[in-house]
């Protein structure tokens, strides 16, 4: 079944930091919310989230407020800096599930692209490193704002690899990237 997420992007919302506050605590070092009064199948003291996994299989953890469900790290954002994100929340880590304050930025989608794990689909082990059966070389590339960079065709992997890895620095990208 589709779950609606309110406020998944930019979305517009009544939810207030002062609505958040009244009904949650913050814990900074855990990144857990807990529940500061019983009601609507929730009780005081326990943690409030349920985990989430999107249609793309990425995990993270929702909150119901008052009859809308919503992403838990962006309501700890509101709850904690008195204002909803302007961008994509970014899990520094790429911990998804962990929403420690210190593990969470409000950047542009470009910059979190920047700072994306390995895909699921990832056969060479390395992202932006791929078998080309037609030349029998490695190919490197890198994705910079949509557009694909060609880094050239390799015969040994780790040269492909060091390609991939001098791109990643030059265009900016996380050390995490990839990985």
Excluded at 2 to 24: H, P, Y
Excluded at 69 to 90: C, F, M, N, S
Excluded at 111 to 139: A, D, F, M, P, Y
Aim: hydrophobic content about 35%; charged content about 20%; aromatic content about 8%.
């Amino acid at each position: 079944t589709s779950l609606f997420i309110r406020n998944n992007s930019m979305a517009k919302t009544d939810l207030t930091a002062e609505r958040v506050r009244e009904l949650f605590d913050y814990c900074p070092t855990t990144g857990l919310l807990t529940a500061r009064i019983t009601g609507n199948k929730r009780y005081a003291g326990t943690v409030a989230g349920t985990p989430y996994v999107n249609r793309c299989g990425h995990k993270t953890l929702v909150v119901t407020v008052d009859g809308g469900t919503y992403l838990a790290h962006r309501v700890i954002w509101l709850h904690t800096q008195g204002e909803w994100p302007k961008h994509t929340i970014d899990h520094i880590n790429g911990d998804s599930r962990d929403n420690r304050i210190e593990n969470l930025r409000d950047v542009p989608q470009a910059i979190n692209q920047k700072n994306l794990k390995k895909s699921n689909t990832n056969t060479s082990g390395v992202t932006g490193v791929s078998w080309r059966e037609s030349k029998h070389k490695w190919r490197a590339y890198i994705t910079v704002q949509r557009e694909c960079i060609h880094l050239g065709y390799f015969d040994n992997l780790l040269d492909a690899i060091s390609s991939r890895n001098a791109a990643l620095v030059k265009f900016g990208f996380s050390l995490r990237h990839g990985l």
